[in-house]
């Protein structure tokens, strides 16, 4: 159990599509994580939320990307106008205590751009 | 902004020996390194993590040692088992600064029968 639920967990879209990930926390967390990862790399950071506001985004997030948590406990992640570089897994985590810093990923919606 | 490197970016190691993988990390406001486990197609999962106040700290056969002068974190695989195989991501955050953390570029570790 990752505490926290993805969807879609696959989703395989035409370049120049929209598309929607959805990130649901089991429990309550005060912040909730965004991340990235293309093959053979490691994670990267997008955004976070402290409950309904979205303190940070990383400049990889561009204007296509917006993120949302609208009642502070589910969060959507929208690509607009696909890209081929687009393709990658999109990690939540969410994070109940920022004072010990331990993120648990969920299990991803992995993104292919045709 | 923290810039993280881990070496080697291959490990091959016969079954019961040790693995040693090694990262260093930029940013001297870091003061939490996690280590991460991903399995092919599967998310990563924090297998151990340490804080800037320990030196070592150690979880069965696993443990991680932090040198803060040196700006270095390891990860020990003592007894390595097949079931190890994976790839391991060391990462870096300041806890005080949004806890976003920056990864490496993993290890793919392989142990041989």
């Known amino acids: 159990d990752t505490g926290v639920s993805q969807n879609p967990r696959h989703k395989i879209t035409k370049r120049g599509q929209n598309v929607t990930f959805r990130c649901d926390p089991i429990s309550e967390h005060n912040r909730l994580y965004w991340y990235r990862q293309t093959l053979g790399q490691g994670p990267e950071f997008l955004t976070y939320?402290?409950?309904?506001?979205?303190?940070?985004k990383s400049r990889l997030l561009s204007d296509r990307f917006s993120a949302e948590r609208p009642k502070g406990s589910f969060s959507t992640l929208e690509i607009q106008r696909t890209e081929q570089g687009d393709s990658a897994m999109y990690l939540c985590?969410?994070?109940?205590?920022?004072?010990?810093?331990?993120?648990?990923f969920g299990e991803g919606s992995r993104l292919t751009v045709l | 902004g923290e810039n993280v490197e881990q070496h080697p970016s291959t490990l091959s190691v016969q079954e019961g020996d040790s693995a040693v993988i090694k990262c260093t990390y930029s940013?001297?406001?870091?003061?939490?390194f996690p280590w991460y486990k991903q399995e092919l197609g599967k998310r990563p999962q924090l297998i151990i993590d340490i804080r800037s106040n320990v030196g070592e700290k150690k979880d069965q056969r696993i443990a991680v040692t932090l040198n803060k002068t040196a700006k270095h974190f390891s990860l020990h695989i003592t007894e390595t088992q097949p079931e190890d195989s994976a790839v391991y991501f060391c990462?870096?955050?300041?806890?005080?600064?949004?806890?976003?953390?920056?990864f490496g570029t993993g290890t793919q570790l392989k142990v041989e029968l």
């Open positions: 940013d001297s406001a870091s003061n939490y």
């Open positions: 985590a969410p994070n109940r205590d920022r004072v010990t810093g331990e993120l648990f």
């Open positions: 939320f402290q409950n309904e506001a979205q303190l940070e």
């Open positions: 990462a870096a955050a300041f806890t005080g600064g949004g806890n976003k953390l920056t």
